[in-house]
């Protein structure tokens, strides 16, 4: 079993940043994978970006389109956490966020609010 627990989140006005972490517990060794997704009020759950160990070890990362360019991941100085970096935010990222890791599995955070609002 892994446990997520993510942190971060609040309110923010539109052009601002936020940061979200996200940190693994229980059963970690063997996660591939690490990243999030996001939940609108009305709206299917959206792929935000992930980060991967490619073939060499090092860190892959990929994202949205909605995301890309103003939102980084990164892992933190422990591998089983994880830094959604987010600049530039619009009212449209206003979401609850779901951090996620896979291993043999997909888990799930519980999520973390976001509102951008002004």
């Known amino acids: 079993q892994v446990q997520l627990v993510e942190s971060g989140g609040g309110l923010v006005q539109p052009g601002g940043s936020l940061r979200l972490s996200c940190a693994a517990s229980?059963?970690?060794?063997?996660?591939?994978?690490m990243g999030w997704y996001r939940q609108a009020p009305g709206k299917q759950r959206e792929w935000v970006a992930t980060?991967?160990?490619?073939?060499?070890?090092?860190?892959?990362?990929i994202y949205g389109a909605s995301v890309k360019g103003r939102f980084t991941i990164s892992r933190g100085n422990a591998k089983a956490t994880v830094h959604l970096q987010m600049n530039s935010l619009k009212p449209e990222d206003t979401a609850v966020y779901y951090c996620?890791?896979?291993?043999?599995?997909?888990?799930w955070g519980q999520g973390t609010q976001v509102n951008v609002t002004s």
């Open positions: 980060i991967s160990d490619d073939v060499n070890s090092d860190s892959s990362t």
């Open positions: 229980g059963s970690i060794f063997g996660i591939n994978a």
């Open positions: 996620f890791a896979d291993r043999n599995y997909r888990y």
